[in-house]
């Protein structure tokens, strides 16, 4: 107790949150590592009292997602605390590729610039709180890589030890920024889904007792990092709502933390009510929310992946009837494209804005390209295409290389051709 | 002379920037792409007439290196003009690393936040508005690996050609990463001062006319970019100055640039004028400004490279005579680490901030741990340590992988003696 008479008694440890609230029935409990309902199996997510919240006091904040901590599950001197103080990434303004697509205003929100390079950065940083905040001495998580990293870097910068859980056969940058912190990093002979009911079991089991699991039993805090990237994207356009979005599709939470984050703006008079359409975008090699689209069901039909776009390999996302209801609520849509287009659309971003993707960020512009060429997109609208993680981590998906090898001549270089 | 029409009269395409001066002897030249004094042979850099700069006026403006363009030889409307916009990295408080080494307040300032994620994104940044001045159409350098991707995703940005030059053998990423922005990739069977000489030949060839090398011809304003590290350290700070900063060396630029960034926020009464001591960092296997520097000499002795931290691999720094005179100047001194202490560090750092640095980072962390070992840097004083790239390009320096491949049960968990 010697520790609480040090603490300010000012300092709230979930700021505006007040409960966990079942997404499927509304049943409210205590902010506790609980994700899902005892009596529905629903969904957990944070419930708020945010008052009132102007953009001044943003604006005058932090240049990370601290500046919105006001509408966030964390401590209220959280940009006191240790962690990776990831967001304010980036908003492209992409004219070249706008131009190039016949879009009158275009962006590519870059979430490559993140600390471990991917959008990742922003969902840990909110679970590290709960974490510290519950007394967990271990972070982990199940992860199709970048996670891994995040959590790793997280659990270092904080003080945690940290033991992740990733499927065998990862792209090496991947595994290799999972490790190069120090903690655990384990391969588990399966896929994404494996290892994420592997990491579920280990939950309930005496193992797991003080592990922090950031996208299991922490994960109704977790989640709520990715609305930071809704404030952000409406912030840096000028406190509005974009026309038109892109998101990329794993289990489907970022999509839909990105609607409620903009439905938070509006009902707090932040930015003005006008509607915007959130478009879901999957690879083809794993694309059951865009199946279930195209057919008219409400039920998604796990698949087993098969794509180049293995931060986006989830067979069985969770939140994917939630991205069908936001897709056909704002007028989206959810879509899909092959690893070929998704290559060719990592080039073509490179090629106008210099932003390297990852291969998700090739299945987004891919399918923004895909909307376009099938006259399913405003290109009159103001539109916003995400990419979440960084070209470096995914090297082998493109085939690029030196244009050739010369002696340091001007002979040699002439004769080359490249003159 | 319609296109001038258009443009707003109060646009001046180097703001501040007065003029080119002689390093050496004074001689003052219009700005042009002109980097040599035609008497002496000396560095021609930017002379400026800075008038009244206020911490308001910056503080107001964006969150990347255009906040400082009233110190930079860039067009007014910066800001405006298709560009990389880097900058405001994270300067991470790195308490856990100073507990380790027994300082007091050490921070880290990370560029690996920056688009390309290196410094070089913030160098070129510079030369992109004096190639658009000037009126070239392709941007080229010669490059150690950082400066060819930075070049590439800039040139891409903005819409010129690029070619850049690099010595055969480097890392993948680096090599992709050039190349992935559809620029030119020409890899030159040597090591970077062959590449360096190459690129002097084409300069003043035919074949080069209309080129803009980043590094040569536009080496004037290219370099000021790194002012803009010592502007943001300062304030990040608080506006103050640090007691000490261990920087890396390669050419040396970087370093001289620091020092006159220091220089100018005191000069324009931005920062309290207090004593600050640089420390410059190599590797050992390329270390002929630390090795001058041991020996007392005012002249480097070129060598030949031989270490894992190829972007510091430069064994005839043109900088380097100035490196020894701040160093001299100001206090610190000139250090170097082997390769085994730089893959150390890089996993001291990691492990400790969750920072994953480049070998460049590893080479200015293991330095200042070992200024620490030999009490050689004054532990109670505010220091701040540069890391100037990213592990993920440099992968194969750390051996870093899974700990363990399980199947998915609990079993195959607690048997691999993990639990």
Same mark, same amino acid.
């Given at each position: ?323 069908? +209801? ?13 690893? +070929?287009?998704?290559? +060719? ?53 493109? +085939? ?20």
């Amino acid at each position: 107790m010697a520790i609480a008479a040090t603490e300010p008694t000012s300092v709230r440890s979930f700021g505006p949150g007040t409960a966990l609230s079942c997404r499927e029935c509304g049943q409210r409990y205590e902010l506790t590592p609980k994700f899902a309902c005892e009596f529905c199996f629903g969904p957990l997510e944070v419930a708020y009292d945010f008052g009132t919240v102007t953009r001044e006091e943003i604006e005058s904040g932090p240049n990370n997602i601290w500046r919105y901590r006001s509408l966030l599950p964390v401590p209220t001197n959280v940009a006191e605390l240790p962690n990776m103080n990831p967001g304010l990434t980036p908003l492209v303004r992409a004219d070249r590729l706008a131009a190039e697509l016949g879009f009158d205003s275009l962006h590519v929100k870059d979430d490559s610039g993140n600390p471990t390079h991917s959008f990742k950065d922003r969902v840990v940083a909110i679970a590290v709180e709960a974490a510290r905040t519950f007394g967990f001495t271990t972070l982990s998580c199940s992860s199709t890589g970048n996670l891994a990293g995040a959590v790793g870097a997280a659990a270092a910068r904080a003080g945690f030890e940290s033991c992740v859980f990733i499927p065998a056969g990862l792209e090496e940058a991947k595994v290799v920024m999972a490790a190069v912190y120090g903690g655990k990093v384990v391969a588990i002979d399966g896929n994404y889904d494996d290892v994420n009911r592997f990491c579920s079991e280990l939950i309930g089991d005496p193992v797991g007792e003080g592990w922090g699991f950031v996208n299991v039993n922490l994960r109704p805090y977790y989640g709520e990092g990715s609305k930071t990237l809704a404030y952000e994207i409406a912030e840096q356009l000028g406190w509005r709502l974009p026309e038109q979005i892109v998101i990329p599709i794993a289990s489907g939470s970022q999509l839909t933390k990105i609607d409620k984050g903009f439905q938070e703006l509006i009902k707090l008079g932040l930015v003005e009510d006008r509607p915007y359409k959130i478009f879901g975008a999957q690879a083809t090699g794993c694309s059951p929310v865009a199946k279930a689209w195209e057919e008219g069901h409400d039920v998604i039909q796990p698949v087993k992946p098969d794509t180049i776009a293995k931060s986006l390999a989830i067979g069985n996302p969770a939140d994917g009837p939630y991205v069908l +209801d936001i897709a056909k609520r704002t007028g989206g849509s959810v879509e899909h494209v092959g690893d +070929d287009e998704v290559v +060719d659309a990592i080039r073509l971003l490179a090629r106008t804005e210099g932003v390297f993707a990852e291969t998700a960020g090739g299945v987004t512009t891919g399918v923004l390209r895909k909307l376009v060429r099938e006259g399913r997109i405003d290109t009159k609208a103001e539109t916003v295409v995400l990419n979440t993680g960084d070209g470096l981590k995914t090297l082998n998906a493109v +085939d690029a290389g030196v244009t050739a090898t010369v002696k340091p001549t001007l002979a040699a270089f002439t004769a080359a051709g490249l003159a």
